[in-house]
């Protein structure tokens, strides 16, 4: 299993940037394709960004797609989100999960962290 935190949200205006990190615990993190994903209130979780444990794949939504950068350091078991140009529509609770390529999570990676909330305001 994986336990994961996910920290560095917060209130930003529109324009503005924010870095998101990932703490993942296990032996197999650097097996895992991960990715972040996102949740509004009264909406359904979306794929954002995914990246292999290389980091030499990525793929992003089509939404922040020229916007946002997914990263990895799988030596510190860690996976980063820098999110530029944020707009109001980004606001919404983020997540980071073991998934595929597809931006799909897998269904046995264990329990969603917390999250961490940005907001962005216009």
């Known amino acids: 299993q994986v336990q994961l935190v996910e920290s560095g949200g917060g209130l930003v205006q529109a324009g503005g940037s924010l870095t998101l990190s990932c703490a993942a615990s296990g032996r197999t993190f650097s097996n895992y394709v991960m990715g972040w994903f996102r949740q509004a209130p009264g909406k359904e979780r979306e794929f954002v960004a995914a990246?292999?444990?290389?980091?030499?794949?990525?793929r992003y939504a089509d939404s922040v797609r020229g916007r946002f950068t997914i990263s990895r350091d799988n030596a510190k078991n860690m996976v980063y989100l820098r999110l530029n140009s944020l707009k109001p529509g980004d606001t919404a609770s983020y997540y980071c999960a073991p998934c595929d390529l597809r931006g799909n999570p897998l269904p046995d990676f264990g329990s969603w962290g917390r999250g961490t909330q940005v907001t962005v305001s216009s």
């Open positions: 990246t292999t444990w290389s980091g030499s794949m990525t």
